[in-house]
């Protein structure tokens, strides 16, 4: 079964810079995609950004646009995000998950597996 770890959240202040890393157990294939989604306090879980595994093809939710940056390492079997210009509505825990699709989906029901979250945190 796949596991998914995510890695580089914490504590940064409004504006600053912060890049996640998930790391994929199984090897990803070019019938695969990967995403992230954020759960904010309060808040129901939101889609953030995808990519896919054979083009690299990105999307991103309308909120991040131009701030987040989706990137993957094949050889690593590792999706990342970029997170500049941050904003206290940033704020979540955000989930990585990979999806049995070959291209970037934004849909939550395409993804098959997730990660346990790490939470980022951006002060004013």
Known sequence: QVQLVE????????GGSLRLSCAASNRMTS???????????GKEREFVSAISWNSGSTTYAD????????SRDS????????????????????????????YASSRYADYNYWGQGTQVTVSS
Do not use: H
Request: glycine residues 10%; contains cysteine; proline residues 4%.
């Open 31 to 41: 019938n695969n995609g990967m995403g992230w989604f954020r759960r904010a306090p």
């Open 75 to 102: 050889a690593k079997n590792t999706v990342y995000i970029q997170m500049n210009n941050l904003k206290p509505e940033d704020t979540a825990v955000y989930y990585c998950a990979a999806a049995r699709v070959a």
């Open 63 to 70: 909120s991040v646009k131009g701030r987040f940056t989706i």
């Open 7 to 14: 890695s580089g959240g914490g504590l940064v202040q409004a």
